[in-house]
Protein backbone atom coordinates (compact mmCIF):
# COMPACT_ATOMS: atom_id res chain seq x y z
CA UNK A 1 0.00 0.00 0.00
CA UNK A 2 2.97 2.32 0.84
CA UNK A 3 4.69 1.63 -2.09
CA UNK A 4 1.04 2.34 -4.20
CA UNK A 5 1.10 5.98 -2.46
CA UNK A 6 4.63 6.73 -3.48
CA UNK A 7 3.81 5.63 -6.78
CA UNK A 8 0.60 7.76 -6.92
CA UNK A 9 1.78 10.95 -4.92
CA UNK A 10 5.31 11.31 -6.83
CA UNK A 11 3.51 10.71 -10.01
CA UNK A 12 1.22 13.62 -8.97
CA UNK A 13 3.59 15.71 -7.86
CA UNK A 14 7.46 15.19 -8.28
CA UNK A 15 7.42 13.96 -12.01
CA UNK A 16 4.29 16.15 -12.89
CA UNK A 17 4.13 15.04 -16.70
CA UNK A 18 3.57 18.46 -17.53
CA UNK A 19 5.70 20.53 -14.70
CA UNK A 20 8.83 18.26 -14.82
CA UNK A 21 8.92 15.83 -17.51
CA UNK A 22 7.75 18.77 -19.96
CA UNK A 23 5.31 16.14 -21.81
CA UNK A 24 1.93 16.97 -23.12
CA UNK A 25 2.67 20.90 -23.48
CA UNK A 26 0.53 21.57 -26.45
CA UNK A 27 -2.92 20.86 -24.18
CA UNK A 28 -0.81 22.37 -21.63
CA UNK A 29 -0.68 25.62 -23.53
CA UNK A 30 -3.34 25.09 -25.84
CA UNK A 31 -6.21 24.37 -23.73
CA UNK A 32 -5.85 26.13 -20.42
CA UNK A 33 -7.21 29.23 -21.12
CA UNK A 34 -10.64 28.47 -19.80
CA UNK A 35 -11.44 26.60 -16.22
CA UNK A 36 -14.10 24.23 -18.20
CA UNK A 37 -11.84 23.44 -21.22
CA UNK A 38 -9.04 22.59 -19.11
CA UNK A 39 -10.78 20.38 -16.59
CA UNK A 40 -12.46 18.72 -19.82
CA UNK A 41 -9.29 18.33 -21.58
CA UNK A 42 -7.71 16.94 -18.19
CA UNK A 43 -10.45 14.77 -17.41
CA UNK A 44 -10.42 12.81 -21.03
CA UNK A 45 -6.27 12.80 -20.98
CA UNK A 46 -6.75 10.97 -17.58
CA UNK A 47 -9.23 8.59 -18.77
CA UNK A 48 -7.08 7.63 -21.66
CA UNK A 49 -4.10 7.01 -19.65
CA UNK A 50 -5.42 4.58 -17.59
CA UNK A 51 -7.18 2.76 -20.75
CA UNK A 52 -4.16 2.79 -22.55
CA UNK A 53 -2.23 1.18 -19.56
CA UNK A 54 -4.34 -1.19 -18.87
CA UNK A 55 -4.12 -2.16 -23.16
CA UNK A 56 -0.21 -1.81 -23.47
CA UNK A 57 1.11 -3.10 -20.39
CA UNK A 58 -0.07 -6.79 -20.88
CA UNK A 59 0.58 -6.56 -24.96
CA UNK A 60 4.40 -5.63 -23.75
CA UNK A 61 4.63 -8.32 -20.99
CA UNK A 62 2.63 -11.03 -22.66
CA UNK A 63 2.71 -10.80 -26.64
CA UNK A 64 5.92 -8.52 -27.11
CA UNK A 65 8.51 -9.93 -24.36
CA UNK A 66 8.05 -13.65 -25.22
CA UNK A 67 8.76 -12.86 -28.77
CA UNK A 68 11.68 -10.97 -28.00
CA UNK A 69 10.18 -8.09 -30.14
CA UNK A 70 10.54 -4.76 -26.91
CA UNK A 71 12.19 -2.70 -29.27
CA UNK A 72 8.70 -2.47 -31.13
CA UNK A 73 7.09 -0.85 -28.50
CA UNK A 74 6.91 2.56 -29.66
CA UNK A 75 5.20 1.67 -32.55
CA UNK A 76 3.12 -0.68 -31.63
CA UNK A 77 1.99 1.38 -28.55
CA UNK A 78 1.10 4.08 -30.75
CA UNK A 79 -0.93 2.04 -33.25
CA UNK A 80 -2.77 0.40 -29.79
CA UNK A 81 -3.61 3.94 -28.27
CA UNK A 82 -4.44 5.56 -31.91
CA UNK A 83 -7.28 2.46 -32.15
CA UNK A 84 -8.06 2.52 -28.54
CA UNK A 85 -8.84 6.03 -28.80
CA UNK A 86 -11.10 5.49 -31.31
CA UNK A 87 -12.96 2.86 -30.37
CA UNK A 88 -13.95 4.36 -27.04
CA UNK A 89 -14.73 7.52 -28.99
CA UNK A 90 -17.59 5.46 -30.74
CA UNK A 91 -18.94 3.72 -27.56
CA UNK A 92 -18.66 6.98 -25.78
CA UNK A 93 -21.04 8.56 -28.40
CA UNK A 94 -23.64 5.66 -28.93
CA UNK A 95 -23.94 4.42 -25.19
CA UNK A 96 -22.75 8.17 -22.77
CA UNK A 97 -23.83 10.66 -25.20
CA UNK A 98 -23.09 13.38 -22.15
CA UNK A 99 -20.26 12.25 -21.52
CA UNK A 100 -18.88 12.29 -25.16
CA UNK A 101 -20.45 15.54 -25.70
CA UNK A 102 -17.84 17.15 -22.65
CA UNK A 103 -14.98 14.90 -24.01
CA UNK A 104 -15.85 14.59 -27.42
CA UNK A 105 -13.56 16.96 -28.82
CA UNK A 106 -10.90 16.28 -26.67
CA UNK A 107 -10.35 12.48 -27.59
CA UNK A 108 -9.20 12.85 -31.01
CA UNK A 109 -6.46 15.33 -29.82
CA UNK A 110 -5.40 12.77 -27.07
CA UNK A 111 -4.81 10.27 -29.66
CA UNK A 112 -0.98 11.11 -30.53
CA UNK A 113 -0.43 13.08 -27.11
CA UNK A 114 3.15 12.31 -26.20
CA UNK A 115 1.74 12.44 -22.30
CA UNK A 116 -0.20 9.31 -23.18
CA UNK A 117 2.97 7.26 -25.16
CA UNK A 118 5.12 9.08 -22.01
CA UNK A 119 3.20 7.12 -19.17
CA UNK A 120 2.79 3.86 -21.10
CA UNK A 121 6.73 3.38 -21.76
CA UNK A 122 7.67 4.55 -18.61
CA UNK A 123 5.56 2.29 -17.00
CA UNK A 124 7.77 -0.33 -18.78
CA UNK A 125 10.91 1.29 -18.37
CA UNK A 126 10.40 1.31 -14.58
CA UNK A 127 9.54 -2.50 -14.53
CA UNK A 128 6.30 -1.62 -12.71
CA UNK A 129 3.81 -4.04 -12.51
CA UNK A 130 -0.21 -4.05 -13.86
CA UNK A 131 -1.32 -2.84 -10.41
CA UNK A 132 1.48 -0.06 -10.24
CA UNK A 133 1.08 0.92 -14.00
CA UNK A 134 -2.36 1.47 -13.30
CA UNK A 135 -1.46 3.35 -10.49
CA UNK A 136 1.28 5.37 -12.18
CA UNK A 137 -1.09 6.19 -14.93
CA UNK A 138 -3.82 7.56 -12.95
CA UNK A 139 -1.58 10.02 -11.08
CA UNK A 140 -0.13 10.99 -14.11
CA UNK A 141 -3.50 12.15 -15.18
CA UNK A 142 -4.44 13.83 -11.95
CA UNK A 143 -0.96 15.79 -12.09
CA UNK A 144 -1.87 16.30 -15.34
CA UNK A 145 -5.29 17.89 -14.05
CA UNK A 146 -3.39 20.07 -11.55
CA UNK A 147 -1.10 21.24 -13.18
CA UNK A 148 -3.55 22.47 -16.11
CA UNK A 149 -5.76 23.80 -13.31
CA UNK A 150 -3.51 25.59 -11.69
CA UNK A 151 -2.04 27.27 -14.80
CA UNK A 152 -5.92 28.18 -16.03
CA UNK A 153 -5.77 30.07 -12.64
CA UNK A 154 -2.61 32.17 -13.79
CA UNK A 155 -3.62 32.48 -16.96
CA UNK A 156 -6.84 34.20 -16.32
CA UNK A 157 -5.13 36.45 -14.34
CA UNK A 158 -2.49 37.20 -17.03
CA UNK A 159 -5.27 38.39 -19.48
CA UNK A 160 -6.23 41.10 -17.22
CA UNK A 161 -2.99 42.73 -16.53
CA UNK A 162 -1.67 44.99 -18.56
CA UNK A 163 1.49 43.56 -20.26
CA UNK A 164 4.40 44.78 -22.43
CA UNK A 165 3.66 44.76 -25.72
CA UNK A 166 6.86 42.43 -26.61
CA UNK A 167 5.51 40.07 -23.85
CA UNK A 168 1.81 39.83 -24.97
CA UNK A 169 0.12 36.30 -25.92
CA UNK A 170 2.60 33.34 -26.04
CA UNK A 171 5.78 34.85 -24.41
CA UNK A 172 4.58 35.95 -21.40
CA UNK A 173 2.23 32.48 -21.36
CA UNK A 174 5.63 30.33 -21.16
CA UNK A 175 7.36 32.65 -18.52
CA UNK A 176 4.78 31.79 -16.58
CA UNK A 177 4.76 28.20 -17.20
CA UNK A 178 8.18 28.21 -16.42
CA UNK A 179 7.65 29.82 -13.59
CA UNK A 180 4.65 27.38 -12.19
CA UNK A 181 7.28 24.37 -13.30
CA UNK A 182 10.11 25.65 -11.03
CA UNK A 183 7.47 25.88 -8.18
CA UNK A 184 6.73 22.20 -8.56
CA UNK A 185 10.83 21.69 -8.63
CA UNK A 186 9.72 22.58 -4.56
CA UNK A 187 7.80 19.14 -4.36
CA UNK A 188 11.41 16.91 -4.62
CA UNK A 189 12.13 14.80 -1.97
CA UNK A 190 8.61 15.35 -0.64
CA UNK A 191 6.44 12.09 -1.25
CA UNK A 192 9.48 9.96 0.24
CA UNK A 193 9.29 12.18 3.39
CA UNK A 194 5.35 11.70 3.37
CA UNK A 195 5.24 8.15 3.38
CA UNK A 196 8.40 6.81 5.64
CA UNK B 1 13.64 -15.57 -42.07
CA UNK B 2 11.65 -16.28 -39.09
CA UNK B 3 14.00 -13.52 -37.31
CA UNK B 4 11.92 -11.07 -40.04
CA UNK B 5 8.47 -12.38 -40.55
CA UNK B 6 7.23 -12.91 -36.56
CA UNK B 7 7.66 -9.04 -36.14
CA UNK B 8 6.32 -7.94 -39.45
CA UNK B 9 3.15 -10.70 -38.64
CA UNK B 10 2.75 -9.60 -35.31
CA UNK B 11 2.41 -5.84 -35.88
CA UNK B 12 0.17 -6.66 -38.85
CA UNK B 13 -1.84 -8.77 -37.03
CA UNK B 14 -2.45 -5.74 -33.84
CA UNK B 15 -3.01 -3.86 -36.86
CA UNK B 16 -5.84 -5.76 -38.74
CA UNK B 17 -7.29 -6.90 -35.56
CA UNK B 18 -7.66 -2.90 -34.51
CA UNK B 19 -9.08 -1.82 -38.02
CA UNK B 20 -11.26 -5.01 -37.94
CA UNK B 21 -12.72 -3.91 -34.73
CA UNK B 22 -13.03 -0.32 -35.13
CA UNK B 23 -15.02 -0.56 -38.67
CA UNK B 24 -17.53 -3.13 -36.91
CA UNK B 25 -17.76 -0.85 -34.00
CA UNK B 26 -18.48 2.02 -36.33
CA UNK B 27 -20.96 -0.16 -38.14
CA UNK B 28 -22.74 -1.61 -35.28
CA UNK B 29 -22.84 1.55 -32.96
CA UNK B 30 -23.77 4.41 -35.63
CA UNK B 31 -25.59 6.83 -33.80
CA UNK B 32 -28.14 7.93 -36.08
CA UNK B 33 -27.65 12.01 -37.06
CA UNK B 34 -31.00 13.26 -38.37
CA UNK B 35 -31.04 14.38 -41.64
CA UNK B 36 -32.68 17.44 -40.71
CA UNK B 37 -29.88 18.75 -38.36
CA UNK B 38 -27.58 18.96 -41.22
CA UNK B 39 -30.01 21.15 -43.71
CA UNK B 40 -31.03 23.22 -40.42
CA UNK B 41 -27.29 23.78 -39.40
CA UNK B 42 -26.81 24.60 -42.91
CA UNK B 43 -28.88 27.79 -42.80
CA UNK B 44 -28.14 29.37 -40.12
CA UNK B 45 -25.32 31.46 -40.05
CA UNK B 46 -22.60 29.94 -37.91
CA UNK B 47 -22.18 33.04 -35.86
CA UNK B 48 -22.78 31.22 -32.45
CA UNK B 49 -23.87 33.91 -31.24
CA UNK B 50 -26.58 33.01 -28.89
CA UNK B 51 -29.27 35.11 -29.55
CA UNK B 52 -31.55 32.36 -29.81
CA UNK B 53 -30.94 31.14 -26.25
CA UNK B 54 -28.94 28.41 -27.02
CA UNK B 55 -25.00 27.91 -26.51
CA UNK B 56 -24.22 27.79 -30.64
CA UNK B 57 -26.15 27.37 -33.55
CA UNK B 58 -25.74 23.59 -33.59
CA UNK B 59 -27.54 23.38 -30.21
CA UNK B 60 -30.21 25.26 -31.35
CA UNK B 61 -30.63 23.47 -34.42
CA UNK B 62 -30.81 20.32 -32.45
CA UNK B 63 -33.18 21.81 -30.77
CA UNK B 64 -35.02 22.46 -33.11
CA UNK B 65 -34.99 18.74 -34.00
CA UNK B 66 -35.78 17.33 -31.24
CA UNK B 67 -38.96 19.61 -30.29
CA UNK B 68 -40.69 20.66 -33.63
CA UNK B 69 -43.09 22.87 -32.03
CA UNK B 70 -39.98 24.96 -30.94
CA UNK B 71 -40.40 28.76 -32.78
CA UNK B 72 -38.37 28.71 -35.99
CA UNK B 73 -37.29 32.67 -35.95
CA UNK B 74 -35.71 33.04 -32.77
CA UNK B 75 -32.62 33.25 -34.87
CA UNK B 76 -31.81 37.15 -34.75
CA UNK B 77 -29.00 36.92 -37.10
CA UNK B 78 -30.29 34.89 -40.09
CA UNK B 79 -33.81 37.20 -39.82
CA UNK B 80 -36.73 36.05 -41.60
CA UNK B 81 -34.70 34.81 -44.36
CA UNK B 82 -33.55 31.71 -41.96
CA UNK B 83 -36.85 31.71 -40.39
CA UNK B 84 -38.22 31.02 -43.71
CA UNK B 85 -35.84 28.22 -44.47
CA UNK B 86 -35.97 26.69 -41.05
CA UNK B 87 -39.62 26.67 -41.55
CA UNK B 88 -39.81 24.54 -45.09
CA UNK B 89 -37.46 22.28 -43.76
CA UNK B 90 -39.80 21.84 -40.12
CA UNK B 91 -42.63 21.84 -42.68
CA UNK B 92 -44.28 24.42 -39.92
CA UNK B 93 -45.74 27.73 -40.91
CA UNK B 94 -43.19 30.74 -40.52
CA UNK B 95 -43.56 33.80 -38.51
CA UNK B 96 -41.62 36.87 -39.56
CA UNK B 97 -38.86 38.30 -36.46
CA UNK B 98 -38.80 41.44 -35.83
CA UNK B 99 -34.91 41.98 -36.49
CA UNK B 100 -33.47 44.30 -33.24
CA UNK B 101 -30.56 46.47 -33.26
CA UNK B 102 -28.37 47.32 -30.14
CA UNK B 103 -28.45 50.88 -28.76
CA UNK B 104 -26.35 52.66 -26.31
CA UNK B 105 -27.69 54.36 -23.43
CA UNK B 106 -25.22 57.14 -22.79
CA UNK B 107 -23.94 60.56 -24.51
CA UNK B 108 -21.01 60.79 -22.21
CA UNK B 109 -18.62 62.24 -24.68
CA UNK B 110 -15.00 64.29 -23.84
CA UNK B 111 -17.11 67.30 -24.30
CA UNK B 112 -20.08 66.23 -21.76
CA UNK B 113 -18.71 64.83 -19.10
CA UNK B 114 -14.89 64.60 -17.51
CA UNK B 115 -12.55 61.85 -15.58
CA UNK B 116 -12.54 61.68 -12.16
CA UNK B 117 -9.93 60.10 -11.41
CA UNK B 118 -7.09 59.08 -13.83
CA UNK B 119 -6.91 55.33 -14.27
CA UNK B 120 -4.04 53.45 -15.55
CA UNK B 121 -5.42 49.61 -14.32
CA UNK B 122 -6.16 46.97 -17.10
CA UNK B 123 -7.63 48.75 -20.69
CA UNK B 124 -10.92 47.00 -20.35
CA UNK B 125 -14.11 48.19 -19.07
CA UNK B 126 -14.78 44.99 -16.71
CA UNK B 127 -11.57 46.03 -15.04
CA UNK B 128 -12.58 49.43 -15.07
CA UNK B 129 -15.86 49.03 -13.75
CA UNK B 130 -14.11 47.17 -10.86
CA UNK B 131 -12.87 49.82 -9.07
CA UNK B 132 -15.31 52.17 -7.55
CA UNK B 133 -17.80 51.30 -10.67
CA UNK B 134 -15.31 53.51 -13.38
CA UNK B 135 -13.46 56.46 -14.05
CA UNK B 136 -16.01 59.45 -14.66
CA UNK B 137 -17.86 61.62 -12.58
CA UNK B 138 -21.29 59.92 -13.77
CA UNK B 139 -21.42 56.59 -11.92
CA UNK B 140 -23.34 54.78 -14.94
CA UNK B 141 -21.38 56.41 -17.88
CA UNK B 142 -19.74 54.12 -20.95
CA UNK B 143 -16.46 53.67 -19.64
CA UNK B 144 -14.84 54.25 -23.23
CA UNK B 145 -12.34 50.71 -23.59
CA UNK B 146 -14.75 49.15 -25.87
CA UNK B 147 -15.42 46.07 -24.38
CA UNK B 148 -18.39 45.53 -26.87
CA UNK B 149 -16.36 46.90 -29.99
CA UNK B 150 -14.09 43.62 -28.99
CA UNK B 151 -17.09 41.13 -28.33
CA UNK B 152 -19.05 42.25 -31.43
CA UNK B 153 -18.78 39.72 -34.15
CA UNK B 154 -20.02 41.72 -37.34
CA UNK B 155 -17.93 45.15 -36.39
CA UNK B 156 -20.81 47.25 -35.65
CA UNK B 157 -19.37 49.27 -32.67
CA UNK B 158 -17.42 52.21 -32.63
CA UNK B 159 -15.91 54.74 -30.12
CA UNK B 160 -16.84 57.92 -31.13
CA UNK B 161 -15.99 60.75 -28.66
CA UNK B 162 -14.87 57.97 -26.15
CA UNK B 163 -18.34 56.80 -26.39
CA UNK B 164 -19.74 53.56 -27.31
CA UNK B 165 -21.88 53.74 -30.29
CA UNK B 166 -23.59 50.84 -32.72
CA UNK B 167 -23.72 50.94 -36.40
CA UNK B 168 -27.62 50.34 -36.62
CA UNK B 169 -26.73 49.01 -40.30
CA UNK B 170 -24.36 46.36 -39.56
CA UNK B 171 -25.68 45.22 -36.02
CA UNK B 172 -27.89 42.28 -36.41
CA UNK B 173 -29.21 42.22 -32.74
CA UNK B 174 -27.27 39.50 -31.24
CA UNK B 175 -27.03 41.14 -27.97
CA UNK B 176 -23.83 39.67 -26.96
CA UNK B 177 -22.50 43.89 -26.36
CA UNK B 178 -25.80 44.17 -23.99
CA UNK B 179 -24.57 41.22 -22.11
CA UNK B 180 -20.99 42.18 -22.32
CA UNK B 181 -21.08 45.81 -21.09
CA UNK B 182 -20.31 46.01 -17.06
CA UNK B 183 -22.36 49.12 -17.04
CA UNK B 184 -25.43 47.44 -18.75
CA UNK B 185 -25.78 50.39 -20.71
CA UNK B 186 -26.85 48.77 -24.22
CA UNK B 187 -30.17 47.29 -24.79
CA UNK B 188 -31.63 46.19 -27.97
CA UNK B 189 -34.96 47.43 -29.61
CA UNK B 190 -36.61 47.10 -32.58
CA UNK B 191 -35.18 48.22 -36.02
CA UNK B 192 -38.09 50.18 -36.43
CA UNK B 193 -37.68 53.18 -33.71
CA UNK B 194 -35.51 55.33 -34.18
CA UNK B 195 -35.89 57.37 -30.64
CA UNK B 196 -33.93 56.28 -28.16
CA UNK B 197 -32.49 58.11 -24.50
CA UNK B 198 -29.09 58.38 -24.76
CA UNK B 199 -28.73 58.40 -20.39
CA UNK B 200 -29.15 55.55 -17.99
CA UNK B 201 -27.99 57.99 -15.07
CA UNK B 202 -29.79 56.57 -11.39
CA UNK B 203 -28.69 59.54 -10.01
CA UNK B 204 -31.31 62.53 -8.77
CA UNK B 205 -31.59 65.46 -11.27
CA UNK B 206 -29.17 67.64 -9.70
CA UNK B 207 -26.34 65.51 -9.13
CA UNK B 208 -27.00 64.30 -13.34
CA UNK B 209 -26.75 67.51 -14.17
CA UNK B 210 -23.25 68.18 -12.35
CA UNK B 211 -21.62 64.91 -13.70
CA UNK B 212 -23.07 65.31 -17.33
CA UNK B 213 -23.66 68.27 -19.91
CA UNK B 214 -26.56 66.05 -21.56
CA UNK B 215 -27.93 63.65 -18.76
CA UNK B 216 -31.37 62.93 -18.04
CA UNK B 217 -32.84 64.74 -15.04
CA UNK B 218 -36.20 63.02 -14.99
CA UNK B 219 -37.75 66.22 -15.42
CA UNK B 220 -40.51 64.21 -16.60
CA UNK B 221 -41.15 67.18 -20.42
CA UNK B 222 -40.94 63.88 -22.11
CA UNK B 223 -43.27 62.01 -20.11
CA UNK B 224 -46.00 64.23 -19.90
CA UNK B 225 -45.50 65.78 -24.26
CA UNK B 226 -45.86 62.34 -25.20
CA UNK B 227 -48.74 61.90 -26.96
CA UNK B 228 -48.72 58.11 -27.26
CA UNK B 229 -47.89 57.47 -23.39
CA UNK B 230 -44.69 55.74 -24.72
CA UNK B 231 -42.43 56.96 -21.90
CA UNK B 232 -41.92 56.54 -18.28
CA UNK B 233 -39.19 57.58 -15.40
CA UNK B 234 -37.66 54.36 -14.35
CA UNK B 235 -34.74 54.69 -11.77
CA UNK B 236 -34.16 58.49 -12.44
CA UNK B 237 -33.72 58.36 -16.26
CA UNK B 238 -36.63 58.55 -18.66
CA UNK B 239 -36.96 55.07 -20.41
CA UNK B 240 -38.90 54.37 -23.90
CA UNK B 241 -41.41 51.80 -24.42
CA UNK B 242 -40.35 50.86 -28.24
CA UNK B 243 -44.18 49.21 -28.23
CA UNK B 244 -45.75 52.61 -28.12
CA UNK B 245 -43.29 54.83 -29.26
CA UNK B 246 -44.40 56.25 -32.97
CA UNK B 247 -41.29 57.81 -33.20
CA UNK B 248 -42.91 61.36 -33.86
CA UNK B 249 -39.75 63.38 -32.14
CA UNK B 250 -41.82 65.16 -30.08
CA UNK B 251 -39.71 64.10 -26.65
CA UNK B 252 -36.57 64.66 -28.63
CA UNK B 253 -37.95 68.68 -29.08
CA UNK B 254 -39.19 68.96 -25.62
CA UNK B 255 -36.04 67.19 -23.79
CA UNK B 256 -33.71 70.59 -21.93
CA UNK B 257 -30.56 68.49 -21.76
CA UNK B 258 -30.62 66.60 -25.16
CA UNK B 259 -30.68 63.21 -23.69
CA UNK B 260 -33.13 61.64 -26.09
CA UNK B 261 -31.87 61.25 -29.22
CA UNK B 262 -33.18 60.31 -32.78
CA UNK B 263 -30.95 57.25 -34.27
CA UNK B 264 -27.80 58.14 -36.08
CA UNK B 265 -25.12 56.58 -37.39
CA UNK B 266 -21.48 56.80 -36.00
CA UNK B 267 -20.38 58.23 -39.56
CA UNK B 268 -22.91 61.10 -38.85
CA UNK B 269 -22.01 61.60 -35.32
CA UNK B 270 -18.31 61.79 -36.03
CA UNK B 271 -18.95 64.16 -38.63
CA UNK B 272 -21.59 66.40 -36.05
CA UNK B 273 -18.50 66.30 -32.98
CA UNK B 274 -16.20 67.49 -35.69
CA UNK B 275 -18.63 70.45 -36.80
CA UNK B 276 -19.24 71.31 -32.99
CA UNK B 277 -15.24 70.86 -32.88
CA UNK B 278 -15.03 73.11 -35.54
CA UNK B 279 -17.67 75.70 -34.41
CA UNK B 280 -16.23 76.05 -30.92
CA UNK B 281 -13.12 76.66 -32.56
CA UNK B 282 -14.41 79.57 -34.46
CA UNK B 283 -16.31 80.66 -31.22
CA UNK B 284 -12.78 81.30 -29.10
CA UNK B 285 -11.51 82.96 -32.20
Redesign the interface.
Known amino acids: MKEMMIILFSAILTENFILAKFMGICPFLGVSKKLDSAVGMSVAVTFVMAMATAVTWPIYTYLLVPNGLDYLQTVVFILVIAALVQLVEIILKKYVPALHKSLGIYLPLITTNCAVLGVTMLNISKELNFAESMVNAVGAGLGFLLAMVLFCGVRQRLEDIDTPECFKGIPITLIAASIVSVSFMGFGGLVEGLFK | MNDFM??VL??TG??IL??V??SA??KF???KVDERFEKIRAELPGANCGACGYAGCDQYAQALVENPDLATNLCVPGGAGAAKALSEIMGVSFEATVPNYAVVHCNGTCNNTQYAVDYE????C??CSTLFGGRGTCPNACLGFGDCVKVCPYGAIDLVDGVAVVDKNLCVGCGLCAKTCPKALISLIPVTSNVYVRCSSQEKGAATRKACKTGCIACRKCEKACPSQAITIVNNHAVIDPAKCTNCGTCVAQCPTGAIHEYKCPVELAAQAKAEAAGEEKAAE
Open positions: VPIVIGAGILAAMAVGPATAA
